[in-house]
DNA sequence: CACTGGCACTCGCAGGTGGTGAGTGCCAAC
DNA sequence: GTTGGCACTCACCACCTGCGAGTGCCAGTG
């Protein structure tokens, strides 16, 4: 009852849901909420109920469906942005209609378009990302969005350390992914870059392959059972195995990419400079996407966050569908798209979800 | 009789200036000329003949005034938005501007609040760039710009090769500047990891302070001598040495740093949201800027490029302020800032040329 | 001859007015 | 419960008006 538009596409398109929120809703009343929803979508403009029972088959006079507007209004799903003006749904309107929604998956010819964007000429793993939130914002006509993977999640496939001056060492870790994370660190006592070879060498035969938790606890049982022997380069490798990883799990600004942030300026509810400016500073100020990222990453399948549900005021009247891709089973990072809450979430929803399967695909192999 | 100001400040920071451009302005001419900018840059707001002779002490009539702004409207310095309105400096009203300013250099403060922002903190190179083109935009409230060192101009640190899957090898490039950069590239018969250790060491040990154009002569030389030697590991060492120098001339989008594009939608000439939108997509699509500053990277000194310099419509009322930052007398890089033509051009120019400065003594150690 | 005061003119802008139309709430009737 | 009717509300647009800043031109003055 809850969903009323049957129950296979769910299966296929894993949205995370509030189940049951919305079950004093009568049946007239989801069809009505869902009426408005769609025609403000489509038209960007208060909806009358006129509109309503004429384009939507109801069989309701227009005062009927006023009355259930009036319902719907008072219980929070809707709202007038001045008497005498239609309605407009509000973030729980939208949050009802995405809770109901079905969205079909893609069709073959457009999975074929997207796959068609990964060519062999792509290059390291960030190139991919970057990829990746150029054809979310291309096919979305929204921003798009992709996050390195964390590095806890992934394995490592080599590490590196430069000297750069005295005391200054620069690390280089390239993940399983192909993603190239690097670093400066200080060291007190200065090193040779032979030394460091050394250290790189030691470090290479031990962590390769095993992802930041297990080279930590590697290390360590290396440590304890072969220190007696060469002791001066192992403690130096542990300072700076140590160093390298330190600070290293959370994911820095650089690694945020945010593809065509214009094609969501063309969108009519920007259209006055203020609102602009304060997406804007949001998109600048990455930190406060990387905590909403970090937050829909706890949870499982696609996430829809709609307006005030992200708790941040610069995200007013933005929505962000988010999903996740995998390296064998464990979530590794973060793709979606940014757009007005009013934007087209059955034709999005299966792009993203399409595409987040197609990238932890290419990263597989 | 050019340059009315003083020669001293000339040879303190070198500006780019179109000599003897102007010279069939009178004196008087310039002086209501220069009045006219001045108050255009203070206001925002078209001036008119009063505003001039009263506030700018040069005891002459409205009606005096309004004869030589006629005069300066015929030879294209200014211009009118419409009849009846004060008038607004033209492109050529600003060039004659900072053709003749002289910009004192920055106070002992002012350096010493700049320099603290350069914290041993910082990191790699990148870090160091971004910083820059941060305190650029804190310092100026425009758009701040900082581009990556170009790769030939730079001596190679390092060099490593590491197998990502059969046939895809990563290379890292590290520069003396502790700028990293990657590049995927593929090979046509799979080489182990150890054979890539290989190649490296023997690159590394060849090509080491060296910069791109010396390392591939250097490599073709000692190909040539000592080919018949270990004529595999050297054939393969060729090989991925072109591939990895191949393209690494240009410098790629993600190398263009700007921040606090921001503060720039903040001038009211940007308050129209067409404008703005143009003003972002320049800075989206970074290849404008980068056909920009690689044409400054040409001329020696501080670059201005007002307007239509640019031969951008994108950039209509907007000016670049560039310099280059040097490594031992070799121009490596450009920083600047970004904004509106009508920014405050004797308070900018010294915050570039200053950064611009210790940028270079920063890399230099 | 350069400079100035005066004057008529232009035009953007802000404020006020009235008409239009979409949409609402309420009520009585079916 | 549903519907048609009706009075009402408001945003929006087009139109007008007065104000003020600024101009161009001209005749007068040192």
């Known amino acids: 009852m809850n969903e009323p538009r049957g129950e296979k596409g769910t299966e296929r398109i894993g949205i995370a849901r509030s189940p049951g929120a919305h079950d004093h809703l009568t049946e007239r009343d989801r069809q009505i909420l869902h009426a408005v929803v769609t025609d403000y979508i489509a038209s960007a403009e208060p ?16 005062a009927s469906v006023r009355n259930v507007m009036a319902d719907l209004e008072e219980a929070g799903y809707l709202q007038q942005p001045h008497t005498s003006a239609g309605r407009i749904p509000t973030d729980k309107g939208f949050r009802f209609y995405v809770d109901v929604l079905e969205p079909r998956p893609l069709s073959k010819q457009e999975q074929e378009r997207i796959r068609s964007r990964y060519t062999t000429a792509l290059g390291d793993g960030m190139e991919v990302l970057r990829e990746t939130s150029r054809l979310l914002s291309a096919f979305s006509s ?3 969005l992709a996050v390195a993977p964390r590095l806890e999640a992934t394995r490592f496939r080599h ?5 750069l001056r005295e005391r200054d ?8 992914t192909g993603v190239v994370h690097n670093k400066l660190i200080h060291v007190d006592e200065p090193l040779t870059q032979d030394r460091l070879h050394e250290i790189s060498n030691y470090l290479n035969s031990v962590i390769t392959g095993l992802t930041l938790r297990q080279a930590r ?3 360590l049982a290396e440590m304890r059972a072969e220190k007696a022997l060469y002791d001066r380069l192992y403690a130096e490798a542990q300072l700076l195995a140590q160093r390298a990883f330190e600070s290293a799990e959370v994911a820095s600004e650089s690694e945020v990419f945010i593809e065509g942030k214009l094609s969501i300026a063309e969108q009519p509810e920007f259209a006055s400079v203020e609102k602009m400016k304060a997406l804007f500073k949001a998109f600048e100020e990455k930190s406060l996407l990387i ?7 706890q949870a499982p399948g696609l996430q829809i966050i709609i307006g005030h549900e992200s708790e941040a005021d610069e995200m007013a009247g933005c929505s962000l569908i988010l999903s996740h891709y995998t390296v064998g089973d464990e979530v ?7 757009g007005p809450t009013r934007m087209n979430y059955s034709r999005v ?7 987040a399967r197609l990238v932890s695909r290419l990263l597989e192999q």
Not at 47 to 62: A, C, D, E, F, Q
Not at 332 to 338: A, C, E, K
């Open 349 to 355: 929803i299966p792009i993203v979800d399409y595409t």
């Open 169 to 176: 060492v620069l690390v280089i870790l390239v993940t399983d």
């Open 291 to 297: 905590k909403l990222i970090d937050k829909s990453m």
């Open 142 to 144: 929204l921003a798009g």
């Open 159 to 163: 590490i590196e350390f430069v000297r």
């Open 217 to 219: 606890e590697r290390l």
């Open 332 to 338: 590794v990072g973060t793709l979606g798209v940014i």
């Open 47 to 62: 909806v009358g109920s006129r509109t309503i029972s004429r384009k939507y088959g109801l069989n309701l006079s227009p």
